[in-house]
């Protein structure tokens, strides 16, 4: 079965550093997204990506992050200069639709700890 | 505003009942609504969705009620097992895929 898959699974940066998370959508599907889950919290909406450009983005998603599909295969989420309340679970997923009228699949998410 | 939350923050069966799980939504705009599970170290599992312009859905095991006179959305699960041990969200569908989901009721279910 088709899966989004993510890396790396965990990663520990310094407050202040670049961090880059890495995601591999399914093959066939033409709409990513990014979400952060912050422990013990709800699932946040960052950011959903189309055609090679951001479709839309919430507020969480300020001048710190960028996202790009830099190939067919990768899309990624670069935190510019990493804070303490960037620490969450990163989650890739992708659709074949638009969410209104597909089914959104998850990767199993990268978790970012700054210290 | 738009806002989905949840009745309860935790559900305790026991393996074989029912679950029921609820979930209220303000956002009376909202067509579209969405029940996701997620294991422990995991990603959200799709489980079921709805339209607006239905009241029941039914999969495997699983059924989803929404009610949009009071805004109130939930999920039955039949027989629950214990590899139904998870937290589950509702989400609203957003146009471009901004699901907005709610906080979430982790399910423990006792053999």
């Known amino acids: 079965e088709p899966e989004v898959t993510q890396t790396p699974s965990h990663q520990v940066t310094q407050m202040g550093q670049e961090v880059i998370l890495r995601c591999v959508p399914i093959?066939?599907?033409?709409?990513f997204y990014w979400y952060r889950q912050i422990l013990g919290q709800k699932v946040e909406f960052l950011v959903s990506?189309?055609?090679?450009?951001?479709?839309?983005k919430s507020e969480i998603f300020d001048d710190q992050f960028s996202v790009e599909r830099p190939d067919g295969s990768n899309f990624t989420l670069k935190i510019r200069s990493t804070k303490l309340e960037d620490s969450a679970m990163y989650f890739c997923a992708s659709s074949r639709d638009r969410m209104n009228t597909g089914e959104l699949f998850f990767g199993e998410g990268s978790r970012l700890t700054v210290l | 505003g738009e806002s989905v939350g949840l009745h309860l923050p935790t559900l305790s069966v026991q393996e074989g009942d029912n679950s029921i799980i609820n979930c209220a939504y303000s956002n009376s705009a909202s067509d579209y609504f969405i029940w996701y599970k997620q294991e422990s170290g995991k990603g959200p599992q799709f489980i079921i969705d709805i339209r607006s312009n239905m009241d029941k859905r039914q999969g495997q095991r699983v059924t989803v009620l929404l009610n949009k006179t009071v805004k109130h959305l939930s999920l039955q699960i039949a027989a629950t097992q214990p590899g139904d041990s998870a937290v589950y969200f509702c989400a609203e569908g957003g146009s471009q895929g901004n699901l907005i989901f709610g906080k979430g009721t982790k399910l423990s279910v006792k053999p």
């Open positions: 990506f189309y055609n090679n450009e951001i479709s839309e």
């Open positions: 093959s066939n599907h033409l709409y």
